[in-house]
């Protein structure tokens, strides 16, 4: 299970937890450094780990001040629990919703991000999806920069019998988007998918491109599509393609790998941006949809989180 | 980093309790850096040795020293301990041939190895580059036979290549690719691209295998019969700048299945030769993957990929690194 690592050690401090005989301020903080320590270990930025310790601190401190939990250790643990399972939650949902694709209009949705970190795949999982669920789709590729960048859409959109348009000689990435954008909304179809090269915040040219794109496409959703291995460096980089493309979703990829997706979690905190879907695999079907509280139950190990949340 | 040093001023030695609060300063300086949570404890802690009971004078004194104890570990740990003169190592497996012993050149035989896209068969290219400016003959062998357009990916690179070698006046011998599409074993191709090679006299056989994810066994077994099938010369994994934590486990799991998985009767597997970091570009000062990396494997960073096109490709600069890495 994605994230199994980290819920189990958060878990563990938590058993650890009920088994100390009185919560007071040391066994707080034992945990806290304990879960900390799994974050950090994830890639989660450090500053939001140190700014979860805090809230959650207080939060707690609040909670017992004004006699929340009645003298009572289990109470306390209980607070104790809930505190942090909302913090993560938080980390992971940053309130906003998501825009949905609509029938019977022409959704354009568009990927950016960093180089090689999925976005050629996973705008053909997306068609899939969408397809699948009776809307029509189709791929626009406005990659004029990678080598074979035209042939992998080709292959894979062909693969998954998704119509796609694109050129070997046009060299200009706005044009080829702004023609096929048109070509497809002509023939009506409902899920229109730009598929953009990879770029980073360094090369402002190339941001100033993906920016033109934009202009010329105007795109329902742009989604920002982000590796689950990155480091530390994810909440810089997710900031800049928020300034420049304001994307209005995240997908996380590779998350069948052995990465905990921490840094990608820290730029949903950075953006304020909600992570809609999980890469999985490099096959058609490896799309996993994303919402915050069961994932992070999930992570926790926890199936009934009514229970859980019961104080 | 410098906010770390205030609580420190008399002239005793050092004690563990007066480094403690330094050193964990110095592990949240390395983690923003990028540095893998547990590497930057490694060093922290090795750091901290070296300088218990040290009798070190004043405020500036202890900063400075500690400074300079971080310094020579990560200098330690970054320089390499094995040649990276891959050109000389070229030179040399050509110098072997022996027309008394053998009717055929052997070419030198590198493979580009990591998970998925971080960059293995653009920089493969941009290798591909350098050796043809030095004036080596060179195939690359497609031996990603499952990723989408990663054929036609190469086959675009080598025609830039030779257009490029043809425009400069550099690069006599020439390029070509050996590909036999998709869906095929890629041991056999690169075997049979290697054999190619020694027919039409090449001097280096360059190898793209498709990404993969460490834990996927399947997968690092095919790897694995790769490297025993073809022993290449060297086995370069290729792993970005952008990583965090992953790093550890990522060069921890491709060395060792490597290894359990290439042995056989006759011989011990082979493992990592060394490390390509790509996107250099992409992480301003947060160089701390190449500190990660090498502390896992030992093995040095061959070359370092700062850019797109085919001329960013550096070797690295160990000086340059830990000051990225130290600065505030
Ligand atoms: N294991 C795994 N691999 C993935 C996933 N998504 C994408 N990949 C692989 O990651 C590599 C890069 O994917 P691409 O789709 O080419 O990435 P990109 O962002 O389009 O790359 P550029 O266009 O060069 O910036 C390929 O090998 C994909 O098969 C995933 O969810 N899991
Ligand atoms: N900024 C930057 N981008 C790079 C660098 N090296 C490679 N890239 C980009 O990263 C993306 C992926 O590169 P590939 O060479 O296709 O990666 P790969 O490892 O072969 O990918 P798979 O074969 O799909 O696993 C491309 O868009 C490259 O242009 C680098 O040093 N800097
Ligand atoms: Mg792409
Ligand atoms: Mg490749």
Redesign the pocket.
């Known amino acids: 299970m994605v994230l199994a690592d980290l819920g189990r050690r958060i878990n563990g401090a938590f058993a650890q937890l009920s088994r100390v005989p009185v919560i007071d301020d040391k066994a707080l903080d034992a945990l806290l450094k304990e879960v900390a320590s799994a974050l950090l270990e994830s890639d989660v930025n450090v500053k939001l780990v140190a700014n979860l310790r805090s809230k959650v601190k207080a939060k707690v401190k609040a909670a017992i001040e004004s006699g929340a939990d009645k003298g009572k250790d289990i109470n306390r643990k209980n607070i104790i629990q809930k505190a942090i399972f909302d913090e993560l939650v938080l980390l992971v949902d940053p309130g906003v919703e998501p825009y949905k694709p609509k029938k019977n209009h022409p959704n354009v949705i568009m990927a950016v991000?960093?180089?090689?970190?999925?976005?050629?795949?996973?705008c053909t999982k997306l068609a899939v999806y969408w397809q699948k669920r009776g809307l029509k789709s189709c791929i626009v590729c406005a990659?004029t920069f990678?080598a074979g960048?035209f042939d992998?859409t080709r292959q894979s959109a062909t693969k998954a019998k998704i119509p796609y348009f694109g050129s070997y000689t046009e060299t200009d990435p706005v044009s080829i988007a702004a023609q096929g954008v048109m070509k497809f909304k002509k023939e009506k179809f409902e899920v229109i998918i730009v598929?953009t090269?990879?770029r980073h915040k360094q090369e402002s040219e190339l941001f100033q491109e993906m920016v033109q794109i934009g202009e010329a496409v105007k795109p329902d959703m742009t989604v920002l599509?982000l590796d689950a291995s990155i480091g530390q460096a994810a909440e810089a980089q997710a900031k800049a393609f928020k300034e420049s493309a304001d994307f209005g979703a995240i997908i996380v990829?590779?998350?069948?790998?052995h990465a905990k997706g921490g840094g990608a979690i820290s730029a949903v905190a950075a953006t304020k941006t909600p992570i809609i879907f999980l890469?999985?695999?490099?096959h058609l079907y490896?799309l996993d949809k994303f919402s915050p509280e069961p994932f992070i139950s999930k992570l926790l190990g926890m199936g009934d989180i009514q229970g859980f949340m019961d104080h | 980093f410098t906010g770390l040093f205030s609580r420190i001023t008399g002239s005793k030695p050092l004690s563990k309790e007066d480094l403690a609060p330094i050193l964990a300063g110095m592990k949240d300086h390395l983690m923003k850096k990028n540095v893998a949570v547990d590497i930057a404890d490694k060093i922290c802690e090795g750091v901290g040795e070296s300088l218990v009971g040290k009798r070190v004078g004043g405020f500036g004194g202890v900063k400075t020293h500690v400074r300079g104890a971080l310094s020579d570990a990560i200098t330690r740990v970054l320089t390499p301990s094995t040649s990276t003169d891959l050109l000389l190592a070229v030179r040399n497996k050509r110098a072997e041939f022996n027309p008394a012993i053998s009717d055929k050149r052997t070419p030198y035989t590198m493979t580009f190895v990591g998970v998925?896209?971080v960059g293995k068969s653009t920089n493969l290219s941009k290798v591909c580059f350098w050796l043809l400016q030095n004036n080596f003959r060179v195939l690359i062998a497609a031996c990603d036979t499952f990723?989408s357009g990663a054929v036609e990916q190469l086959r675009v690179h080598v025609r830039n290549l030779s257009l490029l070698a043809e425009q400069t006046g550099t690069g006599k011998g020439g390029v070509e690719l050996y590909e036999r599409g998709y869906g095929k074993d890629a041991a056999g191709i690169a075997k049979e691209a290697i054999s190619y090679a020694k027919d039409n006299e090449f001097d280096v056989v360059l190898i793209d295998t498709?990404?993969r994810?460490q834990d996927n066994e399947p997968l690092m077994k095919a790897l694995a019969k790769l490297v025993a099938v073809n022993n290449p010369d060297k086995i370069i994994f290729v792993g970005e700048a952008l990583v965090g934590n992953e790093a550890t486990d990522q060069l921890t799991k491709f060395d060792r299945s490597l290894k359990e998985f290439s042995s056989t009767a006759g011989r011990p597997g082979r493992g990592i030769d060394g490390m390509l970091v790509t996107k250099w570009d992409t992480v301003d000062d947060k160089v701390g993957a190449a500190l990660s990396m090498t502390y896992v494997t030992g093995k040095p960073i061959l070359f370092v990929g700062c850019g797109q096109t085919y001329t960013d490709l550096r070797q690295l600069r160990v000086a340059h690194v830990v000051q990225a890495l130290l600065s505030d």
């Open positions: 991000g960093l180089q090689g970190n999925g976005k050629t795949t996973t990659d990678r960048a992998q598929d090269s990879g599509v990829t590779k998350m069948d790998g890469g999985v695999g490099e490896d | 998925n896209g990723r498709a990404g994810m």
